[in-house]
């Protein structure tokens, strides 16, 4: 499986990143109006902002090449958590475009959105 790409510091993510959790519940009314409520999965999710605005040329040369080669939502790979450094095998995009923001020279932006798979 592909591994989400480390810019040339080592690090995952520039700041400011943030992270989240996701609980899926499926609500089930009834035509009194009570509801009954189920957990769609087992346990919250994980979501990662990844906002990279410093990068080279070949830093973003890279994150494009990977997210092109995992066709946006299509693809699975593996990430790690910049917070923790837990590695979660199965991750995907959130996304289908990637909008790369070129600021300048050796200056190019680029905000991400990775999700956890689960099932």
Same mark, same amino acid.
């Given at each position: 499986?592909? &591994?989400f790409?480390?810019?040339?510091?080592?690090?995952?993510?520039?700041?400011p990143?943030?992270?989240?959790?996701?609980?899926?519940?499926?609500?089930?009314?009834?035509v009194?109006?009570?509801?009954?409520?189920?957990?769609?999965? #087992?346990?919250?999710?994980?979501?990662?902002?990844?906002?990279?605005?410093?990068? =080279? &040329?070949? &830093?973003a040369a890279?994150? &494009?090449?990977?997210?092109?080669?995992?066709?946006?939502?299509?693809?699975?790979?593996?990430?790690? =958590?910049?917070?923790? #450094?837990?590695?979660?095998?199965?991750?995907?995009?959130? =996304? =289908?475009?990637?909008?790369?923001?070129?600021?300048?020279?050796?200056?190019?932006?680029a905000?991400?959105?990775?999700?956890?798979?689960? #099932?």
């Amino acid at each position: 499986m592909d &591994e989400f790409p480390k810019l040339k510091t080592g690090a995952i993510a520039q700041h400011p990143a943030s992270r989240s959790q996701e609980h899926r519940t499926f609500v089930l009314r009834f035509v009194d109006g009570t509801e009954q409520r189920f957990r769609e999965r #087992g346990g919250a999710l994980k979501k990662w902002v990844i906002r990279l605005d410093l990068l =080279d &040329e070949e &830093e973003a040369a890279r994150l &494009e090449e990977f997210f092109h080669a995992q066709q946006g939502r299509l693809g699975r790979f593996a990430f790690t =958590d910049p917070w923790t #450094g837990v590695r979660y095998p199965d991750c995907s995009f959130e =996304d =289908d475009t990637l909008a790369l923001r070129y600021q300048g020279f050796m200056r190019t932006g680029a905000t991400l959105v990775v999700r956890e798979n689960r #099932g």
